[in-house]
């Protein structure tokens, strides 16, 4: 039998002090992170329904479009320029000529068609799955 490499009770106190310092320290500013984290992340559908809240935006829909770089994820763009991202449930209510508004701090869509009618869209019903 060999001898072990190094015999723990060889070790100074002082070098002792120097390893559960290297040691322990990482190791519990990861578990404080670890707890912090857990306490006061927030789920991702309270992340995107405060997003939602703060689009404001109204114009005519120019033309809708697949962004094959982003995805493959649909937009709009508006007349005036505005460019957003449409939600996969909403993909096939918009078209090109209709009329949208979003007023910040609500989580409506208002869409105005040619015929006159009104679609009023919830973004809540996009992200409840999450």
């Known amino acids: 039998m060999g001898t072990p490499l190094m015999n723990i009770e060889h070790i100074s106190k002082q070098d002792k002090n120097i390893i559960t310092f ?7 500013f990861f578990l404080g992170f670890v707890v912090y984290t857990f306490f006061n992340s927030r789920d991702i559908a309270e992340v995107i329904k405060e997003d939602r809240l703060t689009l404001n935006f109204n114009g005519n829909v120019d033309s ?5 770089q982003d995805h493959n994820v649909q937009f709009i763009l508006l007349d005036n320029g505005y460019k957003c991202s449409l939600p996969a449930k909403w993909e096939n209510m918009i078209k090109a000529g209709d009329s949208l508004s979003k007023k910040k701090n609500t989580l409506y869509l208002e ?3 040619k015929n006159d ?3 009023v869209l919830d973004y809540r019903d996009t992200f409840k799955n999450y």
């Not at 290297?22 to 519990?28: D, N, S």
């Not at 809708?64 to 094959?68: C, E, F, H, L, W």
């Open 64 to 68: 809708v479009y697949r962004a094959k």
């Open 117 to 119: 009618s009104k679609l």
């Open 22 to 28: 290297v040691i322990g320290i990482p190791i519990l």
């Open 111 to 113: 869409v105005y068609r």
